[in-house]
């Protein structure tokens, strides 16, 4: 199985910082096709996760450009610059490339 | 806006069975992969189950192959999860999930506790 490794797992901003998660494959996470099945998700306190990046890089609708994902083959990046307070949660990396599908493990982006 | 609203959560005891559902509305639910992802109690999230768009193809984990069954009807616009065999550590929140890409839609999650 691919293992996805986030770090850190935690991480204390102070509010307009910028802040950097990685997301480090076992495997390569580019498909046959081409596609890279790569996604970062945000899961507020007490809600469900929602989409923030698909395919590495592109932001899903409504996501705001302050965030930023980048990388390819095994490293992957999300980069929030100028952190809001409707950021703080856990952030997930999810790859859909390899079956089974995994998720990271976690990063929660907390206040200083 | 699209929308998944899941139901059949409960308290079950270890080996018996219990069937969620997935109701969708607001986008065209059989353009859509569907999956189910659960989240243990203070854990992370951990992919569970997922159905092609026709329903002719479903993929799980080792953790739950042989004992779950994914399915669904695209006429009623609805997601099921058969779980049998239930064990303690299948004690989690199910949510579905529509994905396109990406799951761009996610449910509320429904607890399944699994407990005598």
């Known amino acids: 199985d691919v293992v996805l490794t986030q770090t850190p797992v935690s991480l204390s901003v102070t509010l307009g910082d910028q802040a950097s998660i990685s997301c480090r494959s076992s495997?390569?996470?580019?498909?046959?096709?081409?596609?890279?099945?790569l996604e970062w998700y945000l899961q507020k306190p007490g809600q469900s996760p929602q989409l923030l990046i698909y395919?590495?890089?592109n932001r899903f609708s409504g996501v705001p450009d302050r965030f930023i994902g980048s990388g390819s083959g095994t490293d992957f990046t999300l980069k929030i610059s100028r952190v809001e307070p409707e950021d703080l949660g856990v952030y997930y990396c999810?790859?859909?490339?390899?079956?089974?599908?995994?998720f990271g493990a976690g990063t929660k982006l907390e206040l200083k | 806006e699209g929308q998944l609203v899941e139901s059949g959560g409960g308290l079950v005891e270890p080996g018996r069975s219990l069937k969620l559902s997935c109701a969708a509305s607001g986008f065209t639910f059989s353009n859509y992969v569907m999956d189910w992802v659960r989240q243990a109690p203070k854990k992370g999230l951990e992919w569970v189950a997922s159905i092609s768009t026709g329903g002719g193809n479903t993929y799980y984990p080792d953790s739950v192959k042989g004992r779950f069954t994914i399915s669904r009807d695209n006429a009623k616009s609805t997601l099921y999860l058969q779980m049998n065999s239930l064990r303690s550590e299948d004690t989690a929140t199910y949510y579905c999930?529509?994905?396109?890409?990406?799951?761009?839609?996610w449910g509320q999650g429904v607890m399944v506790t699994v407990s005598s």
């Open positions: 999930a529509a994905y396109y890409g990406g799951y761009d839609y």
């Open positions: 395919g590495v890089s």
């Open positions: 495997q390569s996470l580019e498909y046959s096709d081409g596609y890279t099945y």
């Open positions: 999810f790859q859909a490339t390899h079956d089974p599908y995994t």
